[in-house]
């Protein structure tokens, strides 16, 4: 039987999230809390890594070493790069990169290390569903690349480079380091993503102003994503 994951990396992230759920056990591990519950008749494990690789890494091993997840969903807010993409809006990632990730010394492209690659992708079957979910239900959802470093992004400079590097609709801080863990442990993995701000000097001002709302967004149409996997 599956064991989903569903992570987030800010509190808000999830607490739209936990909102659907009751039962909801708690268990702490590396200085982070993990909330354990059947629904659907699935059993999820969800939990905020806080922001960053780092610990994005942490919490998505932990997920799939620990509490034994054999699937991951992410959920969260992103800054867009892709012009289209208004505040509120969703993205679902289809390939990820570290934009931030440079070796470039030593002749490599930016985001790859030897025996690592520049792009990783999500399960196509995850997106398949995800699409089903948004057609039947009138939403409309955007697949693109997303670009993850350690960096919240507030410049046009840096996100004209990440754009223009990477070919990058969008970008955050987690998702590329969750790709990498599930990739190497082989774990099918979807990152949907809802844009808070558009990373330039506004960034800051608007991601105050609508984490909320766009983690909100996120979350409601993961869930329904949720309802489908076990139907
Ligand atoms: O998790 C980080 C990445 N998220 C996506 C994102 C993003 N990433 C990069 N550049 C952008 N323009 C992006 N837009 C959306 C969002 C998140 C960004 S870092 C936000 C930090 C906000 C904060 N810092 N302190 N607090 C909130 C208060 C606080 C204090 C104690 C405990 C918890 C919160």
Redesign the pocket.
């Known amino acids: 039987m599956t064991k989903l994951a569903i992570m987030g990396?800010?509190?808000e992230e999830i607490e739209p999230l936990l909102a659907h759920f009751d039962n909801v056990k708690v268990t702490e591990f590396a200085k982070n809390k993990y909330y354990e519950l059947t629904y659907n008749g699935l059993d999820i494990v969800v939990a905020y890594s806080k922001?960053?690789k780092v610990f994005a890494s942490l919490t998505a091993t932990t997920m799939i070493e620990k509490f034994g997840c054999d699937t991951l969903l992410f959920s969260?807010?992103?800054?867009g790069i892709n012009p289209t993409l208004k505040i509120g809006d969703l993205i679902i990632a289809k390939k990820l990169c570290q934009h931030d990730l440079d070796i470039t010394a030593f002749g490599h492209p930016h985001g790859f290390v030897p025996e690592g690659a520049v792009y990783v992708e999500t399960s196509k079957e995850l997106r398949q569903i995800a699409f089903d979910v948004a057609h039947e239900n009138g939403i409309e959802v955007l697949e693109g690349t997303i670009a993850t470093?350690d960096?919240?992004?507030?410049s046009s400079e840096r996100k004209e480079f990440i754009e223009s590097t990477f070919k990058a609709d969008a970008?955050?801080?987690?998702g590329a380091s969750v790709a990498v863990i599930c990739d190497a442990l082989n774990v099918p993995f979807f990152i949907l993503?809802a844009i808070?701000?558009t990373?330039d000097m506004d960034?800051g001002f608007d991601?105050d102003e609508f984490?909320k709302s766009s983690a909100k967004n996120s979350a409601e149409y993961l869930i329904k994503i949720v309802n489908k996997l076990n139907n």
């Open positions: 990396a800010m509190e922001i960053g969260g807010v992103a800054g470093g960096q919240f992004v507030h970008l955050e801080m987690e993503r808070s701000d990373a960034a991601f984490l």
